[in-house]
């Protein structure tokens, strides 16, 4: 081999080396790093929205995980409520399970499954008189908490009343019929 084959090889080398560590160097300068997904986070809340078909009303009401609200003849019962922090794109959803109270006073599941707040229309029950669907899931509400609702109510004596004193026991009347419960 020649010097100049020898040359002409060892720059081939280095340039080769030198354009693969640039295209990597490029190559990583393009691809966004992985971005790091947040944790959800776990709302007490989740807001709705329905609408009566028959009068063309649209109420927003808020429901407390693991309570039941009903809206019409729908009884609405979200399991739990995820959403993103406001740094991420939203990602709103939660689990809802959504029965219909029927003429015969029958309590019917009507659906179970996730809703999406972004996409109102991919899981929102569709009944023949009522539409409801996720608006979003919130920490706060202006409707009390279940509990503080309890807890503001007066508290009632659900103990069992005490005895009033007795009588000593006298002789029964022999025309008075036994009262005494023997069973």
């Known amino acids: 081999m020649s ?26 300068a393009q691809t966004p790093a992985a971005p790091v997904a947040a944790d959800r986070i776990t709302n007490p809340v989740a807001e709705f929205a329905g609408i009566d078909k ?34 991420e794109e939203p990602k709103t959803d939660s689990f809802v399970e959504v029965d219909e109270i029927t003429l015969d006073r029958k309590i019917r599941r009507i659906f179970t499954g996730w809703m999406f707040a972004e996409s109102p229309g991919l899981n929102a029950v569709e009944h023949a008189v009522y539409d409801v669907w996720l608006k979003g899931c919130k920490q706060k509400s202006d409707v009390p908490a279940p509990d ?11 103990s069992k009343p005490k005895a009033a004193a007795v009588p000593e026991a006298t002789d029964p009347d022999a025309t008075e019929p036994d009262t005494t419960d023997t069973n």
């Open 54 to 87: 028959i009068t063309g009303r649209i109420i927003t009401f808020d429901v407390y995980v693991d309570e039941t609200v009903q809206f019409g003849a729908l009884q609405v019962t979200p399991r739990i409520c995820y959403s993103r922090p406001e740094t």
């Open 3 to 28: 010097i100049f084959s020898r040359i002409a090889m060892g720059g081939m080398t280095a340039a080769a080396v030198s354009v693969a560590t640039w295209t990597a160097a490029f190559a990583a």
């Open 148 to 158: 503080a609702a309890k807890a503001g109510t007066p508290k009632v004596e659900t």
